[in-house]
């Protein structure tokens, strides 16, 4: 099941996505590209990972962070894994 949790930063609007104990994506709200958020997700901003994801991106837009260490799970192609595997070892 999908869950999902909203939080304001100083550069907008934003939710998470999360499916078990991963981040599956972070959106601002009316994203040309965000997924629409479905009847089926669940609101949580309780859940482990995403209460961890709203800290520590509100911590790093607050000057207070300069890395992530949150649990990942893109869904993605091949091709997009691979690109972000790369990316990530830079």
């Not at 999360?18 to 949580?44: C, K, L, M």
Request: charge should be neutral.
């Amino acid at each position: 099941m999908t869950r999902y949790a909203r939080f304001r930063t100083p550069l907008g609007p934003v939710f998470a996505t999360a499916v078990d104990n991963a981040i599956t994506g972070i959106y601002f709200e009316g994203q040309r590209h965000a997924p629409a958020i479905s009847p089926e997700w669940r609101e949580d901003p309780g859940h482990a990972a995403l209460a961890q994801c709203t800290c520590q991106v509100i911590g790093y837009l607050e000057g207070r962070r300069d890395s992530f260490d949150l649990p990942l799970a893109p869904a993605g192609t091949p091709f997009q894994q691979r690109v972000w595997k790369e990316i990530a070892a830079i």
